[in-house]
């Protein structure tokens, strides 16, 4: 099996890598706060295939202000980044009650309604507002 970051662009050092998440996302019309990073070690990306991965110090545990919602983004974060959305991500968990499932789908609606969709494997879904995941927030 061939490695999915084969003839990825590398960004290393958190103010490297930080900007190229942000540009990342910036390019695929998706919210610029929706990976608060921390001590971001490696961030990749493969244009052909979308793939990105993001490699940090430590996981980090983020609260969304705006919604109240907390989420996990472990030290190794990957998925495949489209237009509007992030397939297959892993690394990511939103915290549901007193359970932490996984996120594995987010998509930013299109035609734009200003809400933004994140489904995980256990069959959960929840939209929110799309300025809850605005820088700084």
Known sequence: MA?????????????EGLKFA???LEEHGLPLGLLPLADVIEVGFVKTTGY???SQAKKVEHTFKLIKKQVSYDAEIT???EKKRIKKLKGVKAKELMLWPPVNDITVEDPPTGKIQ????????KIFPEEAFAAGQ
């Open 79 to 81: 998925g495949y980044v």
């Open 52 to 54: 990105m991965w993001i």
């Open 3 to 15: 490695d999915p970051k084969e003839g990825g662009i590398v960004k290393k050092g958190h103010q």
């Open 118 to 125: 994140f489904k995980s494997l256990a069959g959960i879904t």
């Open 22 to 24: 942000v540009t990342i």
